[in-house]
């Protein structure tokens, strides 16, 4: 009986590294979509620095800390501020006068920029 659990654990140990294997290859496959230039993104969060800090480090807790986010919840988010999804007057405001090209340049750098908030490093 314990034999047959232990091969039971095996399988599943197996199936585990499959779908991991899976996922890595999903994630992988979309960082060909997330085409953000941060240097140019730098440009752009100039007009974001009053609110967010110059890097995306805000010194106050009324505004979120966007340093070190990942790129594509960023760049969802302010599609979401463009769409009315997420309600907010000023992003909305923000957001209705940039290019999907400059929302996914702000994303990029943004992203590159170091801070305390963690995340894990996904391989893209
Ligand atoms: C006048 C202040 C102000 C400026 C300028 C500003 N923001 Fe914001 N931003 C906010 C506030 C306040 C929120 C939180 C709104 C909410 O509750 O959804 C926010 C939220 C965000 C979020 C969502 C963060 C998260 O973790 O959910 C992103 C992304 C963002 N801003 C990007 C930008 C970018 C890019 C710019 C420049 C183009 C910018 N912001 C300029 C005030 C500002």
Not at 21 to 32: M, P, R, T
Not at 75 to 91: C, H, P, Q
Request: hydrophobic share 40%; with cysteine.
């Amino acid at each position: 009986m314990s034999r047959r659990v232990r091969w039971r654990e095996g399988a599943s140990r197996n199936a585990i590294r499959a779908s991991a294997a899976a996922l890595l290859l999903v994630l992988g496959s979309g960082s060909v979509l997330a085409g953000g230039d941060p240097e140019a993104g730098a440009k752009v969060a100039e007009t974001c620095q009053a609110c967010h800090g110059p890097d995306g480090n805000s010194p106050s807790p009324l505004f979120p800390r966007l340093a070190g986010q990942y790129a594509d919840y960023l760049l969802k988010t302010l599609e979401d501020y463009r769409s009315g999804e997420r309600d907010n007057a000023v992003m909305k405001a923000l957001v209705a006068q940039m290019s999907d090209q400059e929302m996914e340049d702000v994303s990029a750098f943004y992203a590159s920029q170091p801070g305390p908030l963690f995340t894990i490093k996904l391989t893209r």
